[in-house]
């Protein structure tokens, strides 16, 4: 039995982000052992594991936003180089190229620490791969796809159903935006987009309706006076907007309702690399629209689907416009993720990269 060690927090019931949770339950459906907690890497318990699989590096000394040290970079070395000695595999999941939000010049290098030192780095697509392929040729770089959730969410809520759940209209075209809105930059470009997507809507009285729960999630508990005003203003001003947002993370059974609500998902992180967005709307049966960047612009290029130039609002509301006369496109990107992403199929791919790499010893 294979002992596959993810260098991240245990996945618990309350987790929003199932990638970890899901993977390592398909791996144990492969009847592999899977460890989790970044504190297991700097203990004799490591050395028990057969796999290294880091994650996101940013989270490995703290939580999003840590300021990395010196002091931490130089252990972080010291202990992959330590591993390695050992003959243990290191695993790295490209996950994002940096930090969303943290530009700290030790996290970019603890990026670049974690690579060099990598037996396999694994993509989600081709573009990452053909990117850091230049960068790191000792590592052996893989492309697995971004597995569904398909021990989590069935996506199997009626349309009706589900706009009933959430209180929403039950004629007209619903766009979903799901996901925490990280930047001011993907505000913006989504506000520009709903103007132009309306006033087009308006010419042939269409109801359409941007449905956003993660557009703004600063909520108004704070003491400090400055950004209560500043919290207070941008709230109003949404919803003023006519823009449905929660300042909650929402729960499973809702997420599935928002999903199955909708007729098209749109990716509004215009400079990502990956979406976990992408692979939901594929399995819950939806037409999606995305930025032509990254892993994201590739996939939905690959599978038929809409892409559009971040830098060019027509360009996206074009796309929008073409994905919201689409009918069958949801029904196939449905068949698709569960034919291709299906988490037990991903995860048999990783197991033989695994098996692979240990035999190389």
Not at 5 to 15: I, L, S
Not at 140 to 167: C, G, M, N, T, W
Not at 186 to 210: P, T
Not at 301 to 309: L, P
């Amino acid at each position: 039995m294979m002992k596959i060690y993810f260098v991240v927090q245990e996945p618990t019931e309350r987790m929003f982000n199932h990638y970890i949770s899901s993977l390592g339950n398909a791996l144990q459906r492969q009847g592999c052992e899977v460890v989790y907690g970044p504190d297991t890497l700097w203990t004799d318990d490591v050395f028990d594991c057969d796999v290294i699989h880091l994650q996101w590096p940013e989270g490995i000394f703290g939580l999003e936003g840590h300021q990395v040290t010196d002091a931490e970079l130089a252990r972080m070395e010291e202990r992959l180089i330590l591993l390695k000695t050992k003959g243990k595999k290191i695993v790295s999941t490209c996950h994002n190229l940096k930090p969303h939000t943290n530009n700290n010049p030790n996290v970019l290098r603890l990026y670049d620490i974690i690579y060099s030192q990598c037996d396999v780095i694994h993509h989600l697509g081709a573009y990452s791969r053909d990117l850091l392929a230049l960068q790191y040729p000792n590592a052996k770089h893989v492309v697995i796809p971004h597995h569904i959730y398909d021990d989590v969410y069935s996506f199997d809520i009626p349309q009706e159903e589900a706009r009933r759940r959430l209180r929403l209209p039950a004629e007209g075209k619903i766009v979903l935006s799901f996901g925490r809105f990280r930047t001011e930059k993907e505000r913006k470009f989504v506000l520009s987009l709903k103007r132009e997507i309306e006033i087009a809507g308006q010419a042939c009285n269409e109801a359409l309706l941007f449905l956003m729960p993660g557009f703004y999630r600063e909520t108004l508990h704070t003491w400090n006076p400055k950004k209560l005003a500043v919290r207070l203003y941008n709230t109003c001003k949404y919803k003023l907007m006519g823009i449905r947002f929660s300042h909650e993370v929402i729960p499973d059974d809702l997420m599935q309702c928002y999903f199955c609500a909708a007729d098209v998902v749109l990716i509004q992180r215009v400079d990502a690399l990956n979406s976990g967005n992408l692979p939901m709307a594929f399995h819950a049966g939806k037409v999606v629209v995305g930025p032509d960047v990254g892993n994201v612009g590739e996939i939905l290029r690959e599978t038929g689907n809409f892409t559009f130039d971040p830098h060019d609002i027509d360009s996206a509301a074009s796309a929008l416009q073409k994905a919201l006369m689409e009918t069958a496109k949801g029904k196939e990107n449905r068949t698709y993720a569960t034919e291709h992403w299906a988490s037990d199929i991903v995860a048999k791919t990783l197991l033989k990269i695994y098996k692979h790499e240990n035999q190389q010893n």
